[in-house]
């Protein structure tokens, strides 16, 4: 399938979002309420998340609690290494095994292309975004910003959870 090949007839739901959340409990909560009106509509839809320490692993872990199935999508080769401490580690293993399908994108290493290029995907094979954020612009390229804006310029549909990011953030 190439990249911008429409989405496929399961129903996808994406996400991006910061990694450093001012209140995560919070934005778990409202990714459970999304993703259960998302199911509402559409019971057989799948979630497709990156897994990444944050906005993702939060919507992750609100999918699988609802019983939907996972889509890991992996952004470069070395991505486990971005998961610093053994809890982080343990959260992104026990996810990615909890995941009915594994997606590698062809990056060898952490870019800011590599994660430019994830959001590409979410937009180009989702059906629906949900989008972690702070209405702020991206500290480089590849950030939320960046995809929110490839997904208005598309005309795909999202839903903005709005999230602060904690202090500790750089983007």
């Known amino acids: 399938m190439a990249l911008n090949d429409p989405p496929v007839a399961v129903y996808r739901v994406g996400v991006t979002g910061h990694r450093h959340l001012r209140?995560?409990?919070?934005?778990?909560?409202?990714?459970?309420?999304?993703?259960?009106?998302?199911?509402?509509?559409?019971?057989?839809?799948?979630?497709?998340?990156?897994?990444?320490?944050g906005a993702d692993s939060l919507f992750a872990e609100a999918a699988l609690?609802?019983?939907?199935?996972?889509?890991?999508?992996?952004p470069f080769a070395t991505y486990a290494d971005d998961f610093t401490t053994p809890d982080e580690r343990a959260q992104y293993e026990r996810l990615l095994s909890s995941s009915t399908e594994v997606?590698?994108?062809?990056?060898?290493?952490?870019?800011?292309?590599?994660?430019?290029?994830?959001?590409r995907w979410m937009v180009e094979r989702c059906n629906l975004l949900v989008v972690i954020w702070d209405e702020q612009p991206s500290a480089g390229f590849g950030g939320t910003a960046?995809?929110?804006?490839?997904?208005?310029?598309?005309?795909?549909?999202?839903?903005?959870?709005?999230?602060?990011?904690?202090?500790?953030?750089?983007?």
């Open 23 to 53: 209140a995560p409990q919070t934005v778990a909560a409202r990714c459970r309420e999304t993703l259960q009106g998302i199911l509402h509509d559409h019971p057989d839809a799948v979630a497709c998340s990156a897994l990444a320490i």
């Open 103 to 119: 997606v590698r994108l062809p990056h060898a290493r952490r870019s800011n292309a590599a994660y430019l290029a994830i959001g």
């Open 146 to 171: 960046d995809v929110v804006a490839l997904a208005r310029r598309k005309g795909r549909p999202f839903i903005h959870i709005p999230a602060e990011r904690s202090a500790d953030a750089s983007g």
């Open 65 to 74: 609690a609802l019983g939907m199935p996972l889509v890991a999508v992996i």
